[in-house]
């Protein structure tokens, strides 16, 4: 079992930045794939982008791509969303996630078994 929270989110103006963290539980951590997806009022959860357990090889969304970069810290069971040059469309709750799955699912939300509960990002125009 793992327990995730996340922390960092806020309002910032458009070209701003923000980090968010989140915190996991559980001596396997390191296991893990480590996922951000997003979920804006009206839309459904969509990708942002993943650190995989093993080699920490990151993949993005086309829409985050270059402004966004995911890392860990697994000695603080920790992982970090960095997000530059945010715009309005970045909006959305924020949400990461624990799974074990497979490189060619790392997109699939239904694919982590455990999840945060979610930190509140606005950015205003």
């Known amino acids: 079992q793992v327990q995730l929270i996340e922390s960092g989110g806020g309002l910032v103006q458009a070209g701003g930045s923000l980090r968010l963290s989140c915190t996991g539980s559980?001596?396997?951590?390191?296991?893990?794939?480590m996922g951000w997806f997003r979920q804006a009022p009206g839309k459904e959860r969509e990708f942002v982008g993943v650190?995989?357990?093993?080699?920490?090889?990151?993949l993005y969304a086309d829409s985050v791509k270059g402004r966004f970069t995911i890392s860990r810290d697994n000695a603080k069971n920790t992982v970090y969303l960095q997000m530059d040059s945010l715009t309005p469309e970045d909006t959305a709750v924020y949400y990461c996630a624990a799974g074990t799955q497979v490189l060619s699912a790392v997109r699939d939300s239904g694919m982590y078994a455990f999840w945060g509960q979610g930190t509140q990002v606005t950015v205003s125009s």
């Open positions: 559980g001596r396997t951590w390191s296991t893990y794939n």
């Open positions: 650190i995989r357990r093993s080699t920490t090889t990151t």
